[in-house]
Structure formats: structure tokens, C-alpha cells
């Protein structure tokens, strides 16, 4: 390598370890959040995941898993409106996530509004047989 292309080198890998200069961070970061809101679920710490969902959804709004993600914390914390308001916009970016179908409905049943409970869960149902005929098991709730 010649002297200039090895200072270009040295410089941007000195940016780099800065934090000065990113590729594709958005992207990442969102994808980032959003796998530490999963396992903030695991542990049950659900107001971290929240916290970690919300950043997911800031970097990329068009995010429906980290919106049903948001929507799951919610609804363990016992917010059940906010829970839903989270699992209805999932639904509105992807109509076809079966986990948000699901979640919602699981929300509306702590309401007591059991006709959208049920119409949820039917959509849900529905959702993961046309899934599971495409995919794996598994696959199609989130």
C-alpha cells in the first residue's frame, strides 16, 4: 500500500474506534434495540424493554415487530391501553404479524372487550395456519 492510501486507512479505522464515522448505523442500531427489547423481555424487565423498543421504533419507525414488542411490555406491565395502541400500529405496518393479532387480543381480553379479544385471536389463528403452510413452525408468531 502506498504512504497516502495507508493514512487514509489509519485515519478512517481511528474514526471508526472514535465512533466518528459509522456505516449503516441507523439500520443496525434499530436492529440493536430492538434485540436488547427482546431481552429485557426474557428477563422480565419490562420497563427497559420498553425503553429499548421506543429507540428501535425512533431509528426506524416502520419497525411492526419492535411496535408488537413495545405492545407485549405494555401489557405485562399492565397498561393495557397503551399496549394496544402499540399492537394497533404493528398491525397497521404489517397485517400479517400473527404475534401482534394475538398480543392485542390478549390486551383486549384484560379489558373485558371479549368481541375483540375473540376476532383477534381468530385473525391470529388464521394468520399462523396460512403461515405454518409457507414456513416453519415457528417462524410465523414473530
Do not use: W
Request: aromatic share 8%.
Amino acid at each position: 500500500m502506498g504512504k497516502t492510501c495507508s493514512s487514509i486507512v489509519v485515519t478512517l479505522l481511528a474514526l471508526l474506534a472514535a465512533g466518528r464515522v459509522a456505516f449503516g448505523t441507523e439500520v443496525n442500531t434499530a436492529v440493536e434495540a430492538e434485540r436488547a427489547g427482546d431481552a429485557c423481555l426474557e428477563r422480565r424487565d419490562y420497563s427497559s424493554a420498553i425503553e429499548n423498543f421506543t429507540k428501535a421504533i425512533r431509528l426506524d419507525p416502520k419497525n411492526a415487530r419492535a411496535y408488537c414488542g413495545s405492545g407485549t411490555a405494555y401489557e405485562h406491565k399492565g397498561d393495557h391501553d397503551s399496549a394496544i395502541a402499540d399492537y394497533t400500529e404493528a398491525i397497521r405496518l404489517d397485517p400479517k404479524l400473527a404475534s401482534a393479532h394475538y398480543g392485542r387480543g390478549t390486551a383486549y381480553a384484560h379489558k373485558g372487550d371479549y368481541d375483540k379479544a375473540i376476532a383477534d385471536f381468530a385473525e391470529a389463528v388464521r394468520l399462523a395456519e396460512e403461515c405454518r403452510s409457507v414456513f416453519q413452525p415457528g417462524q410465523c408468531l414473530r
